[in-house]
């Protein structure tokens, strides 16, 4: 089960399936693997690395300005790509994110692999989840606290006796 609040992991929340292309990949092919996946972001690839994020509004605008299908993905891209490790916390996801202006980031292992990906979608989707839960959170803590006051106000108290007919007193709690 995914860490809630502070030590909330990019990679407990990230795509693990992640599509690409490479530099060379004509533009409307990227397109309709966008449209055909349902996905918005693409890494571009070479030589094992990732080089850019290619969006699906960089697609459409290169459609309308250039015109022609030829033009490759690596003329369009976004280089360099802005990318988050694995381990990082997703604040700091969301924080380049917001910072950068930019819809989503491809997630490296240790090594510079990829190895995910994580979106604004994603983001705040997580968020959204948080919201709903509050809510029951502290229904269950209220509940949780008047049970223990009610136990406290009804425990009786136990009494200790001696063993040479001393009188017998109250235990302490």
Known sequence: MPATGRFMKVNQYMSRTVLTVTPDTEFHRA??????RGVHHLP?????RVVGLVAERDLLLA??????????VGEIMSQPAVCVAETA?????????VE?????????????????IITETDIFKIAAGMLRARPAVRRAAAKKATAKKATARKAPRKRVGTAR???PRAARR
């Open 165 to 167: 007919g001393a009188k």
């Open 44 to 48: 571009v690839i070479d030589a094992g």
């Open 63 to 72: 459609a309308a300005n250039f015109g022609s299908s030829e033009v490759p």
């Open 31 to 36: 397109l309709d693997l966008m449209r055909s």
């Open 100 to 116: 950068k202006h930019i819809g989503s980031l491809p997630v490296l292992d240790s090594k510079g692999g990829l190895v995910g």
């Open 89 to 97: 916390q997703l604040k700091e996801a969301a924080r380049l994110l």
